[in-house]
């Protein structure tokens, strides 16, 4: 979720999946509405309905100032070891980390 105005999960997760699929990866609404609603409970974010909107009522997010320290300690974090994972990747240009074939159940 990014530090912006409110926004309907539907919103995130189609803005997700079009940055996700750039990198040749997905993720589906099974994984994005347990994670609102973790963060969520953790008040990370907010919510409201807005049923005047349409037919059909709707969900909307909005980060709250502990989701922003939050998302700034994340930052924080991910700055210091990003270095640390480029290095471990540029090591195995394949990105198989010397990983055993699975094998076959007989």
């Known amino acids: 979720m990014r530090a912006g105005p409110p926004g309907r999960a539907r919103d995130v997760r189609t803005g997700a999946a079009d940055e996700l699929a750039t990198r ?12 609102l609603g973790r963060m969520r409970d953790s008040g990370l974010v907010v919510t409201r309905w ?3 909107a349409s037919t059909r009522a709707r969900r909307y ?12 300690q994340f930052a924080r974090v991910w700055h210091t070891i ?8 540029d090591q195995d240009p394949d990105h198989t980390l010397d990983a055993p074939a699975p094998q076959e159940e007989s």
Do not use: F, K, N, W
């Open 61 to 72: 997010y909005a980060i709250t100032p502990a989701g922003r320290e939050h998302l700034a």
């Open 82 to 89: 990003a270095p640390e994972v480029e290095q471990l990747l």
């Open 50 to 52: 807005d049923t005047e």
């Open 24 to 35: 040749d990866l997905s993720a589906g609404a099974g994984s994005l509405y347990p994670l």
